[in-house]
């Protein structure tokens, strides 16, 4: 098991950007999947972002490819988010999440998640 705890939320101006960090707790970080998420109001919860066990694996949403960055951190049990070029469609509750079997992308397979984070992008 593993406990999850998101920060670097906050307002940033459009073209801006932002760092979000997942800290985790326990002693098996490096055999969890992890990946961030968003939910903005009136929307589903959708994948941002997911990073395989030894960070060689990624895979991005198609909005937010070439813009956003994920990156773990086995060492310090930290995942990361790297955001630029924020545009105020972006403006969302960001989660992270980690999951010791993936199958499809989606929020309901992974078992693990932070409180959440938000992050809200003005024009």
């Known amino acids: 098991q593993v406990q999850l705890v998101e920060s670097g939320g906050g307002l940033v101006q459009a073209g801006g950007s932002l760092r979000l960090s997942c800290a985790a707790s326990?002693?098996?970080?490096?055999?969890?999947?992890m990946g961030w998420f968003r939910q903005a109001p009136g929307k589903e919860r959708e994948p941002v972002a997911v990073?395989?066990?030894?960070?060689?694996?990624?895979s991005y949403g198609d909005a937010v490819k070439g813009r956003f960055t994920i990156s773990r951190d086995n060492a310090k049990n930290t995942v990361a988010l790297q955001m630029t070029s924020l545009n105020p469609e972006d403006t969302a509750v960001y989660y992270c999440?980690?999951?010791?079997?993936?199958?499809?992308?989606?929020?309901?397979?992974?078992?693990?998640w932070g409180q959440g984070t938000q992050v809200t992008v003005s024009s």
């Open positions: 999440a980690a999951t010791l079997k993936l199958g499809a992308v989606t929020a309901t397979n992974f078992q693990y």
């Open positions: 326990g002693r098996t970080f490096s055999s969890y999947v």
């Open positions: 990073i395989g066990w030894t960070g060689t694996r990624t």
